[in-house]
């Protein structure tokens, strides 16, 4: 500052230097001493600038205004120089002034960049305080924001204060109107950018190439899948808000366009990072195990991006659209197929091995775990089966000239009264599965066994469809008055087949002649229903019934047949034989051992203790 | 194939048949295809090797500007399609099961998922390269001020230093980002340092092992191979790759040393010629650039770089008022930025066309996973999904063509347990969209009078009336014709060629049906879409849209056709 002669006594914001030059800038005639007062102004200006860049001068919230202006006048003037450009005092004092506006230009940049760059401190203590619950007043600063940050998320402006808000705001003003958008959008859109990048590196998700997933196991994906829908789903509610509510804040005072791009740029960084790896998943190969997560990913995308679809404008709204919808469509796919998969899978089961004791078969227990897993995604599935038969409708529709356009109203009507093809899917895998067990059952030789393989594995599917209201109400009551009338036939069925041949052994006919008791008739029908019972039991109480509640009715209807027919029968002729040693021979059972023996009867394990007896 | 033979009956059209044989057609269409690829390839070659009849209506552009990639990348986008129509679609699996296929195809859908990872390596750069054209807009915008002050020069010379070590930066190894993030930080004139890869892919993704990975199992098939299809499968593999690496080289990408060596490729084959040429040329540039260390041989790049530091040399020697020689010389630069930033608009179409790229890989997969998956589920003998078989009775070949139609065209959601080889061909399935998109081609022809334009409309409309054809076009100078709808497009191709030998496919594009934009309205919707269509967009992102990228929206890039009373329109 050499020549400080004249404009030592004057301010920078002297009213009539100010309004000189604001003189100027309004008028188009060039004044007599204006450059002089242009001179004079951007040593003072000049003198400030230099202040701020050396520190002496603090920027606060009340001095940005004035020097704000100054940043204003400077570039207004430098407009109105111009004009005179072809005259060379005029065109030194452009010099001059550009060097001032450009260097309070690159003042205000480095503010700028500086005050957005502070988010990490103070983001990162708002995290502390949300973790620690507030609990830890080791923070013993002042923190008026920090309050409603915690009671109010709509005040939140990821770890920015009111004050620095209102900064930003007046910068990014000042910015735009000194002609310097692009640096300020740019220096938002890095600031942003890397904020965004940093609390993608802390989360605990790990990026892999759409390559390495290809190999990798699906376990570890697993668990990512489940991390990342959390994360996707914090990201889109919680994140992409306030990015766009700070973004809004801090370019309120300039057009739209500029928040609306900037914003949609970053929304697509963090998108492009969430939906690759949704698209990587997708491309794995295709497995059962895999469709819940699938599901769990089609739900996140489907209830997330409407949520930030709020918050782009148009155009940006468009590319989100149509990746969200390819990825949508992939995923339909995906899924419908794993979900067809599942068909073949039960009817590749054809094992030549029966269950011993005529268990649950393993098959019927997975199918039925998976379609109960599977209900509870119920409409999400019913949604996806939806797309997927519009697709294969338009695919023909489109292709198909002769198609007749009353057949689709048929299928949709067909759709509405006898459910959707989901439910129709549902009915076919529970067809396929009832046929596989049927073959299976036809693997026992015993004809008895094999009603109890049925009337297990029909019981476990029976209870599982009733256990989930979904389920159920998917597979309706006439299914389940079906499933519940087959049971009852096996139960007959089996019934007749063990039990008939023992109780012909307690009938009272042909054991009388003329009122007399036949004893040697009378001793070979004790032997043989002995004989019978012993076996029976024996083989009977390997069989497996896991279900408490069938395993009781089997045993209840069991006695309610051979006990009383028993005990009549006893009653009736045990005084037939002699006391003693024919009693003990021919009676080996009393109604009570019976009893006893018919409650060991589908124990699965009962065998040595049936025999040690 | 002789002409006369399909008006023979439905019968001898349609036959079934167990075993497959390549048939005559079909090894012309696999020649076809390699011409094709050769041919596309070759127009991308500066102008001094080629001089072609086509370099008279597109000039090529400069090899491995912007304008440049988006050329290759539609290139490649046809000779997708194209394999896909020819190699993949409407064959039976069994074919892929043979010994040298059930190891190829499998490799080459590798290798495609390895190039998907590029392309999204690529997508990034790409945002890299965008933040450069933004910073150079900074400085012609700055520098195109008049009288130049101190002020324009302090700002241009700032941006264009961000832009510098910015591409320094970024050419240095990128793993080591955080020392050069740190670096550009210190640096006190910089606007915004970019971490500009860091959060693609794990620090240790390297762009040139994924393209070594590519190339390295890339081994040319020996003279002689049973079926036909091994050179095309082995030829669509070179193409990807080549692809890849052209786009890895240009364009900013994590880890990229030894590149140029990374890519062999066959040079006993016709169609490698082109590539090879390209791949020469490529190569020089590389070796220049690895020794100086630069980042991306990308044209509009290495220019702006040049160009920055001469101005910035400018800046630096800066006094007011600057010497009218100077000025004169700066003003010529700032010319040539604001040329080189016009250029780099096109940044954002590529990018998209980038995406678009990546989804038309993994759809095609898919397809071909598809395919493969049939000839799976065929071993074990069981139905296939949840599709009736269709059965081919004396009914089904009465209606002949529409139901043929319908069964080929759902031959890609539908797994019908038959095979319908219908000899003439005009059944196969739609080539470039599974989903029967109506796609809009182009043929490159030689009508110059209007009886020849009526013959050729006459041809392809028989071929492709069978299928939803919406318009045929020719227009005035009689060397495009339009074909919108549909259809066939190889087989549309072969019955061009009877009225004009020269025909060519010039461009295969798919028309969106329900794009706001849409160039081509398209009335001609079966009617009961239309209320249908009406009732979807209750929950507008979710209901169903055909898979493909509304917002690539192909550009109508090698000629357009002009509305003029001259062409004919049929509906």
């Known amino acids: 500052m050499e020549a400080d002669q004249d404009p030592s006594n004057l301010h920078l914001h002297d009213d009539t230097l100010t309004q000189q030059i604001d003189r100027f800038i309004s008028s188009h005639d060039p004044p007599d001493h204006i450059l002089e007062s242009v001179q004079c102004f951007s040593l003072l200006f000049d003198e400030e600038v230099v202040q701020y860049e050396s520190g002496t001068k603090k920027w606060t919230l009340h001095e940005t205004s004035s020097f704000l202006v100054s940043v204003e006048r400077t570039s207004k003037l430098l407009h109105s120089l111009s004009r005179f450009q072809s005259q060379d005092d005029y065109a030194a004092a452009i010099n001059q002034i550009s060097g001032i506006h450009q260097r309070a230009m690159s003042f205000m940049e480095d503010e700028f960049k500086s005050i957005l760059d502070d988010y990490q401190t103070s983001h990162d203590r708002d995290q502390k305080n949300l973790d620690e619950a507030a609990s830890s007043p080791s923070d013993d600063q002042p923190q008026p924001d920090d309050q409603p940050v915690d009671d109010n998320s709509k005040d939140n402006f990821l770890g920015y204060s009111d004050d620095m808000i209102s900064n930003l705001k007046k910068l990014a003003k000042g910015l735009i109107g000194g002609g310097h958008q692009t640096e300020c959008s740019e220096l938002y859109f890095f600031v942003r950018r890397n904020a965004i990048e940093h609390n993608l590196k802390l989360l605990p998700f790990e990026k892999f190439s759409i390559d390495e997933m290809q190999k990798m196991q699906w376990e570890p994906i697993e668990k990512e899948v489940s991390a990342w829908t959390k994360m996707f789903k914090d990201f889109t509610t919680s994140l992409l808000p306030s990015e766009r509510r700070l973004v809004d804040a801090v370019f309120s005072s300039s057009s739209s366009a500029i928040s609306d791009s900037l914003f949609g740029n970053l929304a697509r960084i963090v998108l492009f990072y969430f939906l690759t790896f949704a698209e990587g998943v997708m491309m794995t190969k295709r497995a059962a195990e895999k469709l819940f997560k699938f599901l769990d990913i089609y739900e996140a995308l489907r209830d997330s991006i409407p949520q930030v679809e709020k918050y782009l404008s148009d155009d940006w709204l468009l590319q989100l ?46 199918t039925m775990n998976y379609l109960k897993l599977a209900c509870e995604y119920r409409d999400t599935l019913q949604q996806v089966f939806r797309e997927h038969k519009k697709i294969i409708d338009r695919a023909d529709s489109a292709t198909g000239s002769d198609w007749d356009p009353s057949s689709e109203e048929v299928t949709q009507n067909v759709d509405e009264d006898h459910g959707s093809s989901f439910q129709l899917q549902l009915g ?25 393989f049925l009337m297990n594995n029909g019981r476990y599917i029976l209870q599982k469809t009733k256990g989930t209201g979904e389920m159920r109400s998917l597979m309706g009551d006439p299914w389940v008055r079906k499933r519940s009338s087959d049971l009852r036939s096996y139960h007959t069925n089996y019934k007749r087949e063990t039990w008939t041949k023992l109780l012909q052994c307690l009938s009272h006919e042909g054991l009388s002649v003329n009122g007399k008791v036949m004893k040697p008739v009378l001793k070979e029908r004790f032997k043989s229903f002995n004989a019978m019972f012993d076996e029976i039991h024996r083989t009977q109480s390997t069989w497996v019934v896991s279900d408490e509640q069938l395993q009781s009715e089997l045993r209840v209807s069991i006695s309610a047949i051979v006990i009383p027919a028993y005990r009549s029968f006893m009653g009736r002729f045990s005084q037939v034989f002699t006391p003693g040693r024919q009693t003990e021979k021919y009676i080996k059972y009393q109604p009570e051992d019976i009893e006893t023996c018919i409650e060991e009867l589908f124990d699965g394990n009962a065998a040595q203790q049936g025999k040690k007896r | 194939m002789p002409p006369t033979d399909n008006q023979g009956s439905f019968l001898n059209r349609i036959s079934i048949r167990r075993n497959q044989v390549v048939y005559e057609h079909e090894i012309e269409d696999l020649e076809q295809f390699q011409k094709h690829v050769a041919d596309r390839l070759s127009e991308l070659l500066p102008p001094s090797s080629h001089a072609d009849e086509l370099a008279a209506v597109d000039p090529p552009e400069t090899l491995l500007s912007i304008a440049w990639f988006r050329r290759l990348l539609d290139a490649f986008l046809c000779c997708e399609a194209e ?37 999204n390596a690529i997508t990034h750069g790409i945002d890299l390269l965008l933040h450069w054209q933004k910073l150079a807009q900074i400085a012609v915008d700055s520098l195109q001020q008049r009288p130049i002050g101190e002020g324009h020069v302090k700002r241009a010379r700032k941006a264009l230093n961000t832009l510098l070590s910015s591409i320094t930066i970024d050419d240095k190894e990128n793993h080591h980002h955080g020392k050069a993030a740190a670096a550009a930080a210190k640096d006190h004139a910089t606007i915004g340092n970019l971490r500009s890869l860091s959060y693609c892919f794990a620090r240790s993704w390297s762009a040139s092992k994924q393209i070594q990975a590519m190339s390295s199992n890339l081994v040319a098939p020996r003279g002689g191979e049973p079926t036909g299809l091994v050179i095309p499968v082995y030829l669509m593999s070179f193409v990807l ?52 260390g630069r980042s991306g041989l990308l044209d509009e790049t290495q220019r702006l770089e040049k160009l920055g530091r001469n101005i910035v040399e400018f800046a630096d020697g800066f006094t007011f008022p600057v010497e009218a020689e100077k000025a004169a010389e700066v003003e010529e630069q700032v010319a040539e930025m604001v040329e080189i930033c016009q250029k780099m608009e096109e940044l954002v179409p590529l990018q998209l066309q980038v995406r678009e790229l990546f989804h038309r890989i993994v ?46 065209s759902s031959s890609y959601k539908t797994y019908i347990n038959i095979d319908i080889v219908v000899q003439n061909r005009s059944c196969r399935l739609l080539p470039t969209s599974t989903m029967g998109e109506p796609q809009k081609v182009i043929f490159q022809v030689c009508l110059h009078d209007c009886r ?23 227009d005035v100078d009689g060397n495009n014709l339009t074909a ?27 028309v969106k049906p329900e794009e ?42 090698y000629v357009a056709v002009e509305e003029t009373p001259h062409c004919c329109v049929i509906f």
């Open chain 1, 321 to 366: 659209r149509s990746v969200a919808s390819l990825i949508n469509n992939m995923l339909g796919d995906a899924i419908f197929t794993i979900f067809g998969e599942l068909e073949n899978s039960i009817k590749a089961d054809t094992g030549k091995t029966p269950v011993p004791g005529g268990a649950v078969h393993p098959l019927t227990r997975y």
């Open chain 1, 428 to 452: 076919r895998v529970m067809d396929l599965l009832d046929a596989n067990l049927e073959a299976k059952s036809k693997l026992y030789k015993d004809p008895s066994l094999s009603l109890i």
């Open chain 2, 83 to 119: 394999f896909k129509a020819v190699v993949i679609m409407g064959r039976d699996a069994a074919n892929f099961a043979k010994s040298p296929l059930d190891r190829l195809i499998p490799e080459h859908l590798d290798r495609t998922v390895k190039a998907l990872d590029i392309c």
């Open chain 2, 241 to 292: 790759v080549f692809v890849m690496w052209a786009m890895v080289a240009a364009i900013p990408c994590q880890e990229r040393t030894g590149l140029g060596a990374h890519l062999q490729l066959p040079k006993q084959f016709q169609w490698a010629h082109p590539m090879i040429g390209l791949q020469e040329k490529i190569g020089e540039l590389w070796k220049k650039k690895e020794k100086k």
């Open chain 2, 363 to 408: 759809r095609s997969r898919a397809e071909a996973l598809d395919v493969l998956d049939q000839m799976s589920e065929r071993d074990r003998s069981l139905p296939i999904r949840r599709y009736p078989s269709c059965i081919v009775s004396q009914k089904c070949i009465t209606f002949s063509f529409a139901l043929c139609k319908r069964v080929f």
């Open chain 2, 452 to 474: 020849s334009q009526r013959k050729a409309m006459k041809a392809i409309s028989k071929v492709i009336g069978e299928f939803w054809i919406n318009s045929i076009e020719v």
């Open chain 2, 484 to 510: 919108v709808g549909v259809f066939d497009l190889i087989c549309g191709h072969r019955k061009l060629k009877k009225v004009c030998k020269k025909t060519k496919i010039k461009s295969v594009e798919i």
């Open chain 2, 516 to 557: 706001p934009k849409k160039e081509e309205p398209k009335k001609e919707e079966p009617k009961k879409e239309e209320p249908k269509k009406e009732e979807e967009p209750k929950n507008p992102v979710w209901h169903y849209q055909p898979p493909y990228n509304p917002c690539y929206m192909p550009q109508p890039f």
